[in-house]
């Protein structure tokens, strides 16, 4: 069964159409743009089979899809056509849906990003600094403040003394040190040696500190006496740095002065894996210094004048907090963390804050930001619009930059100047300089602007690959198609992206965290977006988890305000995406937990308690005690709380409009089935109420039911009807349809033949009705001819088919009243010696068949009245009601049952909504919003169609 959602429409949302014209004599069809504003799914490729070249359409929801989108689609559309028509036998996601412009543009337009880089390596950086501004201060911590001077001079004496030890390149030496000067002086005298340091933070898990330095074979550790008990097992030979200041102060403070080689390795830094296992990323000096000279290009001195250093060492923004400032004169000002900063010292020299969203979060919420700091750097996690406009409301922050990157990559790797007075979510923006980003499908092609795709990064930022790990090297860093060297290689990232139509990119989330709920695919980070935006919510992370039956369900995990209730946050995230993406639980906690790197610790989130939430609520009122009783009633059950939602209890759209007809008849007269949707609970009933809501086996035979008896709805008439009590006057289900006839009609023959029409056609004197058995239909005798004239025959012919567009507008988006009828209209509008009819019915009694038919017949009727003799016409022995009731008693059948139990199994593993890459935010309530893009299909690519088609045997279809 396919869980009801008023999001979407169900079973399918994406249609394809194709239809052959028939062409009748004497009578010319006229092609009218008649601009419905409607979409019954969310997108509808319809195609017309009519001469050498075919119509085609694409019908959009407008609240899912920009025009822009709609108009690349189809242009791909007519592109994979022509790739299939090329090579029939492939697959048909080989051909590409790019034009060569296109690709030039994702492939290489947006990758131009080229800059010049310093032959040098990070070391040589800060010596080319101190060597300009001696004096200058270099960093700022609460045990000293060093210039560039004493900086470099000290790192100095502490890369001779390591020198003397053997210490040099291939080597790699640990750093286990408090955040004190000590810290940058001993990462700068590792390098000025030519070894590599692997960054150990004393706060972290002696295992995960044991299996670093061991992993990276690290003879060496530099550490401090107070850190003592920090591996203290360790066979390591280890530098405690406080008991050798004093010899240090007697080695040489000048430059080493050795051979430099910027393809070295400088630093490791490890990450988490998803074995357990932590896996080491190898960065050369080169990859930083690239990295620096972006820097430079974006962040001015007064910008990196005061940078605030208080990410761990571990974490690789640290290397933008210490060599950004120290390469262009700038100074560090090292803190033990970022929530630190309030109570720093020097506080008010602060100009940059570089840490993830949840910190500066909690900087902006206890008044901890100082005026000085102008610009900000988020990074690490997905930046929410509801703290950025938080943070610029602070008058004294200027700039905020959204950043994104992985480790593997060297820090960053595009970055987005998050602009102010906007409700669009923040992009990570466009690629650093001499960075290459590409959005790329499962076979490794570039994908369309606004199609999802995995991040894949490339440049001179990708670092050399795993330390020790080749095979997982050669797994996540591949061959780059892209690049003119044939040695290139990218970094397959796991993130999810797409391009905007401006080339900024929209992070799309972990593709390790798209999950599939009943059915549902869905992505966990649009739910924390949602929520993260809810006024009082300070920090959310959303995951799966099996409930007590072992069935997956979504969890949000929430920190915030007291005052915020986990109805508000239902409500709120109700109201922007569908229903099957509402948590099924709300776990309140006082901080997420973290890693020692500030990120998210998903393992440590607790498991919810299920049950607790949605625990039995009794009526408070007569009117809950009155809906409460309908509802068990209908539902078959014991008890139903004020709290409990209609549709989990099982209801669906049959038992909906049994209960609205309950309804209806003792509590709300004029309750709507729209209203019931909105107000699923008995609370929210309640008070809708009280505000006036509106809202192949052999088959039986067909038998002639009595028209006395209470007449059934077919399923699709239903269906219709449902959908029409759900959204009452619309004019989704018109069916308009127009004629030139090469005569004028005599209005009285055309009157009396609509007259013999309908007493023929019990159809056009049917109207639907709620009853307490559910839906039903009536037969009148007789029913009013639907018929109006228009005399166009004065309008100058330069408007007349502006007019004939306008009449053809008004008939097809007037709406019919399913219970009143009739549910047919004809309009003749009057030209010299033509008439156009414009034949408008509701699908409810109509189809394609049905509409030939009936055509035909009107225009036969039309001729022998005229001619004065009597329509021959065969008699009508069965109607479109003795088919309902037959349809209802065979799918009552064995056959039936054996039909569905064979769809059940084929289609179980499908999911229950396509999930399309849209525009905007699905609405909770699909509003039917639409527009059409008309386009053809010219005559040579028919031709091929045609051709192909007859080849393989099979239709155009």
């Known amino acids: 069964l396919v869980e009801r959602d008023a999001s979407h429409a169900p079973l399918v949302q994406v249609l394809f159409t194709f239809q052959t014209a028939q062409r009748r004599s004497a009578v010319q069809a006229v092609e009218l743009d008649w601009d419905m504003p409607i979409a019954k799914f969310d997108l509808t490729l319809d195609v017309g089979a009519n001469g050498a070249e075919w119509a085609a359409s694409l019908e959009y929801n407008t609240d899912l899809f920009a025009p822009a989108t709609i108009a690349r689609m189809s242009a791909h559309f007519l592109r994979l056509l022509g790739g299939l028509l090329d090579a029939p036998e492939q697959p048909v996601s080989v051909p590409t849906l790019l034009s060569a412009a296109e690709r030039q543009q994702v492939v290489v337009g947006w990758n131009s990003t080229t800059v010049p880089v310093p032959d040098a390596t990070m070391p040589e950086l800060v010596e080319q600094q101190a060597a300009r ?53 001993a990462i700068l005298a590792i390098l000025k040696t030519g070894a590599a340091y692997l960054p150990l933070d004393p706060t972290y898990p002696t295992d995960r500190l044991e299996f670093s330095l061991a992993d990276a074979q690290s003879k060496l550790l530099l550490t ?22 004093e010899h240090l102060r007697g080695l040489p403070a000048e430059n080493l002065g050795l051979a430099h080689d910027p393809t070295v390795l400088a630093y490791i830094i490890y990450t988490s894996g998803s074995t357990g296992r932590p896996k080491g990323v190898a960065i050369a000096h080169q990859s930083a210094v690239a990295f620096l000279a972006w ?25 933008f907090e210490m060599f ?39 900087l902006e919420l206890i008044g901890g930001i100082p005026p000085t700091a102008q610009v ?94 080749p095979d997982m090297t050669a797994e996540r860093y591949v061959p780059n198609p892209f690049a003119a060297d044939p040695a290139a290689r990218m970094y397959r990232t796991g993130d999810l992206g797409r391009f905007f139509p401006d080339g900024e990119v929209e992070y799309l989330g972990r593709m390790d965290q798209q999950v599939k709920v009943r059915g549902f695919r869905i992505e966990l980070g649009e739910i924390e977006t949602v929520l993260s935006q809810v006024p009082g919510v300070e920090d959310t992370v959303v995951a799966v988890r099996a409930d007590a039956d072992n069935n997956k369900q979504i969890v949000a995990y929430v920190v915030a305000d007291a005052a915020v209730s986990t109805d508000a946050l239902r409500d709120a995230l109700r109201a922007r995406v569908p229903g099957y993406m509402v948590p099924a639980a709300f776990v309140r906690l006082d901080a997420l937990p973290r890693t020692p790197n500030g990120k998210v610790n998903r393992r440590g989130l607790p498991d919810p308690t299920w049950g607790d939430a949605a625990g039995y609520v009794a009526p408070r009122t007569p009117t809950e005690a009155q809906l409460a009783a309908l509802w068990a009633d209908v539902l078959h059950l014991e008890q139903v709380g004020v709290t409990d939602n209609f549709f989990d209890l099982g209801g669906h759209s049959l038992l909906a409009t049994r209960l609205l007809a309950r309804l209806r008849a003792t509590l709300a007269p004029d309750f709507t089935l729209r209203a019931l949707f909105a107000a699923p609970t008995v609370a929210q009933l309640a008070l809708a109420i009280g505000e006036g809501a509106a809202g192949a086996v052999p088959a039986p035979a067909l038998p002639r039911v009595a028209r006395t008896a209470p007449l059934v709805l077919s399923s699709g008439q239903e269906r219709l009807w449902f959908f029409d009590q759900l959204v009452p006057g619309n004019i989704l289900y018109n069916v308009p349809f127009a004629l030139r006839l090469a005569f004028t009609v005599d209005d009285a023959v055309l009157a009396a033949t609509l007259h013999a029409m309908m007493l023929r056609h019990e159809s056009w004197r049917t109207t639907f009705h709620a009853t307490e058995v559910g839906p039903r239909q009536r037969i009148a005798p007789t029913q009013p001819e639907p018929l109006r004239f228009v005399d166009l025959r004065a309008v100058p012919p330069a408007e007349r088919d502006q007019a004939i567009q306008l009449e053809a507008q008004r008939e097809a988006q007037t709406s019919f009243d399913l219970a009143h009828g ?102 909770v309530v699909q509003s039917y919003a639409g527009a059409t893009l008309p386009f053809a299909l010219d005559a040579a690519v028919v031709a091929r169609i045609q051709d192909t088609s007859r080849a393989a045997g099979v239709t155009p279809y």
């Not at 097992?233 to 530098?239: I, V």
């Not at 430079?296 to 990196?304: C, E, G, R, S, W």
């Open 133 to 185: 501004t001696p004096t200058a201060t270099a960093l700022i911590a609460i045990e000293a403040t060093l210039t560039y001077a004493e900086l470099n001079g000290q790192a100095n004496q502490l890369a001779y003394h390591l020198h003397g030890l053997g210490v040099g390149p291939g080597q790699i030496v640990g750093v286990c040190l408090n955040r004190t000067p000590d810290l940058v002086i």
């Open 224 to 245: 401090s006496s107070d850190l003592r008990h920090v591996l203290a097992e360790s066979p390591l030979q280890r530098l405690e740095l406080d008991g050798l200041h």
């Open 295 to 319: 820097v430079h290009t974006v962040y001015t001195p007064a910008d990196l004048s005061g940078v605030l250093a208080s990410t761990s060492v571990c974490f690789d923004i640290s290397i």
């Open 324 to 362: 950004a400032p120290l390469s262009i004169g700038g100074t560090i000002i090292m803190a033990e963390n970022a929530l630190a900063l309030p109570t720093l010292p020097a506080r008010d020299l602060v100009t940059l804050v570089d840490t993830v969203p949840s910190a500066i979060s909690e």
């Open 376 to 469: 900000l750097n988020i990074a690490g996690e997905q930046l929410a619009r509801t703290l950025v406009d938080r943070l610029y409301r602070l008058p004294t922050v200027r700039q905020i930059y959204n950043l994104y990157g992985p480790t593997e990559d060297t820090t960053f790797s595009t970055l987005a100047a998050v602009p102010r007075d906007t409700a669009a979510a923040p992009t990570i923006g466009r690629p650093i300089a001499n960075t290459q980003l590409y959005i790329l499908d499962a076979r490794r092609q570039p994908v369309p602007v606004g199609v999802p795709g995995e991040i894949y990064l490339g440049g001179m930022g990708l670092t050399m690959g795993y330390l020790g790990r």
């Open 822 to 923: 009739p549910l047919v209209r004809v309009a003749a509008l009057h030209l010299e010696a033509a008439t156009v009819l414009i034949v408008t019915q509701h699908h409810i009694i109509t189809d394609g068949a049905s509409l030939e038919l009936l055509l035909d017949e009107l225009l036969l009727t039309y001729s022998a009245l005229a001619a004065g003799t009597t329509p021959s016409l065969p008699a009508v022995e069965r109607d479109y009601v003795d088919y309902a009731a037959w349809q209802r008693d065979w799918l009552g059948s064995a056959a039936s049952q054996e039909h569905l139990t064979l769809w059940r199994g084929q289609l179980a593993d499908y999911p229950d909504i396509l999930d399309l890459p849209t525009d905007y935010i699905r609405p």
